[in-house]
C-alpha cells in the first residue's frame, strides 16, 4: 500500500516454450492504485525490457470491452412485457460518451445499439448506465483511429443483461525504450453532478441535463441542482423537496404566467370587437385593413399578442431542465413517498396484462392525478 492507498500489480513475465521465464525482470504490467473514499483507480501498464522479445507497432491499440449488467431493482416474478418494462427504461438510459481533445462529449445514439469510427484524439470514454459509469481516460490522448460499438447480444436471455460496450484506442508506444509506461485512469461511480464536475475533465457532460436545448443547460446547472442540493440539507423526504421545488418554481415563473394570464383575459375582453372587425371585412382581399383595423384596436387595449406567447417561450427551459433532472438524479434512487417505490421512475399501482397504445401497460397513479389537477386548474383559469 502506499499511504492510505492499494496497489494492485498484475505481471506477465516473458516465458519460453516451456513456459519458464527467459527473464525474471522482463514483464509487461498493469498496475492499479485504489485511494481511500475515492471512485478513481489509477492504472498504468509497464512496459519493461520488453523490447527485444515483443515486435509491437508504435501505433498500438487498446481494447476495452464491458459487458453491461442491470443496477436497477426488477421483479423476476414477473413475466412477459411486464418483466421487460424496467429493462427497457434502464436501457434507454445507457449509452457510449467520448470527448474529443477539442470538443465537447458526444455519445452514440441513446438506448440503441450504435458504432462509430473516430479519427481525431479523444480524452476518454465513459460506459454510462442510468446512475452509474465507468470511464477510461489518458493522461495523454488517445490518438490514431478509434472504434467506439455498442451492441446487445440477441441470444443472451438473462434477466440481468443490458448490452455490450467495446471500445479500440489508439495509443501511442515507443519501441526503443526499455521502460515505457501508460498512464491512465478509471472512474468507477455514481452519475452525480458534484462529484463528475469536481473531477474537471467534462464528465458532466454524460448527464442528460439538456445541454443542447435552449439555456436549459444553466437552468439545470445554476438553479436546479444547487436548489435541490440545498434543500438535501434539510432531510426531508424527496417527495417532499420535489413538492418544494415545484411550487418555487411555480413562484419563480409567476411573473411570466401573469403577463400571459393578463394578455389572454383582455383578448378574451377584445373579442366582440374583434368579430365585428371579422364581420366589416370578410374578404380576402380587404385582409390588410383588417389587420390594421386588429393592430389598432390592441395598441388602444394597450396589449401585444406576442407578450402572452413570450412567457410561455421562456417557461420552457425551466420546465425542459426539471424534466430531464429527475429521472437522472442519482439521489432519487430507489427512494420511497407515499405508494411509489421508487422516484426516479414511475408509479404503479396496477399492471394490466396487455398494452394500450399511446399509454402503456400500467397505471400511475401520479400521472392520473396531475392530469386531474391540470383539468380542474385549467376549467377554474377559463372561467376566471
Not at 485511494?35 to 481494447?63: G, Q
Not at 462529484?195 to 442528460?208: K, T, Y
Request: proline share 4%; with cysteine.
Amino acid at each position: 500500500g502506499e499511504g492510505d492507498s492499494l496497489v494492485l500489480c498484475f505481471r506477465a513475465f516473458v516465458t519460453a516454450a516451456d513456459s519458464l521465464p527467459v527473464d525474471d525482470n522482463a514483464y509487461l504490467e498493469f498496475r492499479y492504485v485504489f485511494r481511500h473514499a475515492s471512485y478513481e483507480v489509477d492504472f498504468d501498464v509497464n512496459f519493461h525490457n520488453i523490447k527485444d522479445y515483443v515486435n509491437v507497432s508504435p501505433n498500438m491499440s487498446l481494447t476495452w470491452n464491458n459487458r453491461l449488467n442491470r443496477q436497477e431493482q426488477f421483479d423476476r416474478s414477473q413475466k412477459g412485457r411486464n418483466a421487460n418494462r424496467n429493462k427497457d427504461s434502464e436501457r434507454f438510459y445507457t449509452t457510449l460518451y467520448y470527448k474529443n481533445v477539442e470538443d465537447n462529449a458526444d455519445c452514440l445514439r441513446d438506448g440503441r445499439d450504435d458504432e462509430k469510427q473516430i479519427t481525431t484524439p479523444i480524452e476518454w470514454v465513459a460506459y454510462k448506465q442510468q446512475f452509474f459509469c465507468a470511464i477510461l481516460m489518458g493522461e495523454n490522448a488517445f490518438r490514431n483511429a478509434q472504434s467506439l460499438k455498442v451492441a446487445t447480444d440477441k441470444s443472451n436471455d438473462s434477466d440481468n443483461y443490458l448490452c455490450d460496450m467495446s471500445s479500440s484506442l489508439g495509443v501511442d508506444y515507443d519501441a526503443t525504450a526499455d521502460n515505457f509506461t501508460l498512464d491512465m485512469g478509471f472512474y468507477f461511480g455514481p452519475n452525480k453532478y458534484r462529484e463528475l464536475r469536481d473531477m474537471h475533465r467534462g464528465f458532466e457532460r454524460i448527464l442528460p441535463l439538456g445541454w443542447g436545448f435552449f439555456l436549459t443547460q444553466w437552468v439545470s446547472r445554476f438553479a436546479i441542482i444547487p436548489v435541490f442540493n440545498f434543500l438535501e440539507n434539510f432531510g426531508w423526504n424527496y417527495g417532499i423537496i420535489i413538492i418544494v421545488l415545484t411550487l418555487l418554481l411555480k413562484i419563480v415563473i409567476s411573473p411570466l404566467t401573469w403577463s400571459s394570464y393578463k394578455t389572454g383575459a383582455v383578448m378574451r375582453h377584445l373579442k366582440p370587437e374583434m368579430e365585428a372587425i371579422n364581420k366589416k371585412f370578410p374578404k380576402q382581399e380587404q385582409a390588410m385593413q383588417k389587420q390594421q383595423a386588429m393592430s389598432q384596436l390592441q395598441r388602444r387595449a394597450g396589449i401585444n399578442p406576442m407578450a402572452g406567447c413570450l412567457p410561455m417561450l421562456l417557461q420552457l427551459p425551466i420546465i425542459y431542465a426539471m424534466f430531464r433532472f429527475y429521472p437522472a438524479s442519482i439521489e432519487l434512487r430507489q427512494k420511497g413517498f407515499l405508494w411509489c417505490d421508487d422516484l426516479s421512475s414511475y408509479d404503479s399501482i396496477l399492471n394490466l396484462p396487455f398494452n394500450i397504445p399511446l399509454y402503456g401497460d400500467h397505471v400511475s397513479l401520479f400521472c392520473l392525478l396531475m392530469f386531474a389537477m391540470q383539468f380542474l386548474y385549467t376549467i377554474y383559469t377559463m372561467k376566471q
